[in-house]
C-alpha cells in the first residue's frame, strides 16, 4: 500500500470531520424541525458540510507532503486549524446574514481555545490513528 | 412419477448445467487464489502493541474543554459549526 499517499491523507482527514456531520445534522433537523427554532440554521449549513471536511483533508495532505517528514506533531499541526476555521466561518456567516448573538461573539476567545484543544485532541488521536491504518505515518 | 415429468425434470437439469457452464465461462478465473503472504504474524504483532496510552496533560486538556462546554453551553452549537 504505497501508492498516492497524498489522496490517502486526504481520505484520513475528511473521514472524522465526516462522521461529526451525522451528529450536526441530527442535532439540526431536530432544532429546526422538531423544536420550530427562528433561526435560518441552513443558511450556513454549508460550512460544516463542504468547508470543513474539505480543510480537514487538505490540512493532512500539508502535513503528510511537508510536516510529516520534519517530525511536526500531528496534533500540534491540527490545533492550529480553528485559527483558520474561526475567521472563515464568520466570515460566511456574516457574507449570508446569518443572525450571530453578541453573546457568542464576546465568547469567541474562549471559543477559539476550547476549539484548539478539542482540533488538537482529534489529530492527535483520530486523525493520528486513521493515518496509522491507512499507511501514511 | 409420470413420463412427461421426468422429461421436464431432465430437461431442467440440461438447462442448469448448461447455464452453470456460461457463468463459470463469463467469470475469469481467479489469478491468485492463495495471498501472497501470511496474514497471522501481523495479526499477532497487532495484538501484541501496547494499548494507546493518553499522558496526564490530555486529560488535563479534555477537563478543561469539557468544563467550559458545561460552563459556556452557548459555545456549543459555536463549536459543533466548526467541527
Known sequence: MNKHPLLRAYLAGIAVPTVFLLV??????????VYNLPVPIERVIVFPMAFVPNLWGLW?????????????????????????????????????????????????????????????????????????????? | ??????????????????????????????GQPELRRDLWPEMLRRLEQPPVRVPWFDWVLLGVASAVAIFFPALIPALLYHL
Open chain 1, 24 to 33: 450536526i445534522m441530527t442535532v439540526y433537523t431536530m432544532v429546526r424541525y
Open chain 1, 60 to 137: 493532512n495532505v500539508l502535513h503528510a507532503a511537508f510536516l510529516a517528514p520534519r517530525r511536526v506533531p500531528l496534533g500540534i499541526f491540527g490545533c492550529v486549524l480553528p485559527l483558520l476555521l474561526a475567521p472563515l466561518g464568520y466570515g460566511v456567516a456574516r457574507l449570508l446574514d446569518f443572525p450571530i448573538p453578541i453573546h457568542e461573539l464576546n465568547l469567541a476567545p474562549i471559543g477559539v481555545l476550547v476549539g484548539m484543544i478539542v482540533y488538537y485532541l482529534a489529530w492527535k488521536y483520530l486523525v493520528s490513528s486513521l493515518n496509522v491504518e491507512l499507511g501514511i505515518a
Open chain 2, 1 to 30: 412419477m409420470s413420463h412427461d415429468e421426468v422429461k421436464d425434470r431432465a430437461q431442467l437439469k440440461d438447462e442448469f448445467k448448461d447455464l452453470r457452464e456460461k457463468l463459470r465461462g463469463a467469470l475469469p478465473a481467479l
